[in-house]
């Protein structure tokens, strides 16, 4: 099974600075075939369900501001939250989906200062 | 609009069933590889099992295979999880999410509570 390592478990920051999350895959999650890092990032609001932002690495969903950017290849990955905001107080989760079992990391819990 | 409802979740003694059902609508489900993942309290996402639009290919996590089985209706627009065997770590907050491989939809989630 490919296990995701994420860094930081919490973080505190004030409303306009940049976030940075880690997510470290035990394997490569680079298709040879396309190119592609199959990585997604999702948001957890509290008492919410989970909402994806990223895949494929650095591919934002549909509606998701532009302040979320994900970025890496292989088993590197980052997701940075530029100008953070009040709403953005929430838990952040990557996802390898590369292959069964899909894993998800342990988790970033975002808190505004 | 994108809709999954959840249900069937509730208070169930170690050892005994429960069949959980998310109820879609919005889009075309039988056009849709579909999930089931899970949240303990307090805990991270943990996927559990996923079925491919056609029921065609099935995969479960370790943790669940052979207790639970995945299926659905493409003609109701359903998709089901029968839990068998249900143990105290099998409680959790349980989601159904649209998508093949990474999850663009979700549920509100039904919670299953495994406890005597």
């Known amino acids: 099974d490919i296990v995701m390592t994420q860094s930081p478990s919490s973080l505190a920051v004030s409303a306009g600075e940049t976030v940075t999350i880690n997510c470290k895959s035990s394997q490569s999650l680079l298709s040879s075939g396309n190119q592609k890092n199959y990585l997604a990032w999702y948001q957890q609001k509290p008492g919410q369900s989970p909402k994806l932002l990223i895949y494929l690495a650095s591919t934002r969903e549909s509606g998701v501001p532009d302040r979320f950017i994900g970025s890496g290849s292989g088993t590197d990955f980052t997701l940075t939250i530029s100008s953070v905001q009040a709403e953005d107080l929430a838990d952040y989760y990557c996802q390898q989906h590369y292959s069964y079992p899909f894993t998800f990391g342990s988790g970033t819990k975002l808190e505004i200062k | 609009e994108v809709q999954l409802v959840e249900s069937g979740g509730g208070l169930v003694q170690p050892g005994r069933s429960l069949k959980l059902s998310c109820l879609a609508s919005?889009?075309?489900?039988?056009?849709?590889?579909m999930n089931w993942i899970r949240q303990a309290p307090g805990k991270g996402l943990e996927w559990v099992a996923s079925?491919?639009?056609?029921?065609?290919?099935?995969y479960y996590a370790d943790t669940v295979k052979g207790r639970f089985t995945i299926s659905r209706d493409n003609a109701k627009n359903t998709l089901y999880l029968q839990m068998t065997s249900l143990r105290s770590e099998d409680t959790a907050l349980y989601y159904c999410?649209?998508?093949?491989?990474?999850?663009?939809?979700w549920g509100q989630g039904t919670l299953v509570t495994v406890s005597s």
């Open positions: 079925i491919s639009s056609s029921s065609s290919y099935i």
């Open positions: 919005g889009f075309t489900f039988s056009n849709y590889g």
């Open positions: 999410a649209r998508g093949a491989t990474k999850f663009a939809y």
